[in-house]
């Protein structure tokens, strides 16, 4: 899947099968895919942790971000003592912010261990670099926007397999646009 997703540069199903070096047909390729993402075996909170926790590995002692890529909402939004249930003990402020200029813009989603104010949202402003890794998943990348995945396990197994693409594609120095042509 990994491989396909990196040839295809579409996160399709038939469009992967169709790029797989494997001796079967492309519907037999694209149901092998299918039953992938409904095995309910593949559990992608699992395998997120040694992925990454070997990409974190370099960040001992330093602080992580987490950054949350979501949809329209409407003003700024400020939450405190959120707390996740991988880390129920850690209280954290969720910052919202969005164009008041341009309604086009997508919102800015911030879970983060600063206060929540706007100097977290300036803190994300300096990492805008995210953004292109959410472009490269999305329509100038692998395409996800265009599956017509409904269950959102599929959908997960399905980011699990773009985000070891994208690891990969990142490690050899390749970014999924370039592939693309787009």
């Known amino acids: ?33 299918r039953r992938l993402l409904m095995n309910p075996a593949v559990e992608p909170a699992t395998l997120y942790r040694p ?30 003592g959120v707390r996740l249930a991988s880390l129920p003990e850690q209280a954290l402020s969720l910052c919202c912010g969005w164009s008041r200029d341009n309604k086009d813009d997508e919102p800015w989603y911030i879970l983060s261990d600063l206060p929540a104010d706007h100097r977290a949202l300036a803190a ?21 926007e265009t599956t017509h995945l409904k269950d959102p396990e599929r959908v997960s197994r399905l980011l699990l397999c773009i985000c070891l693409a994208h690891v990969w594609l990142m490690n050899a120095d390749l970014h999924p646009f370039m592939l693309t042509g787009r």
């Open 51 to 80: 992925v990454a926790g070997s990409l974190l590995s370099c960040c001992t002692g330093g602080s992580v971000r987490l950054i949350l890529d979501a949809t329209d909402l409407g003003g700024r939004l400020f939450l405190t």
């Open 124 to 144: 994300y402003a300096v990492r805008f670099h995210i953004e292109e890794m959410f472009r490269d998943f999305k329509e100038f990348g692998f395409r996800l």
């Open 1 to 33: 899947m990994t491989f396909g997703l990196f040839a295809a540069g579409n996160c399709q199903l038939p469009r992967i099968a169709a790029r797989l070096p494997l001796p079967a047909g492309p519907a037999s390729l694209t149901q092998r895919l």
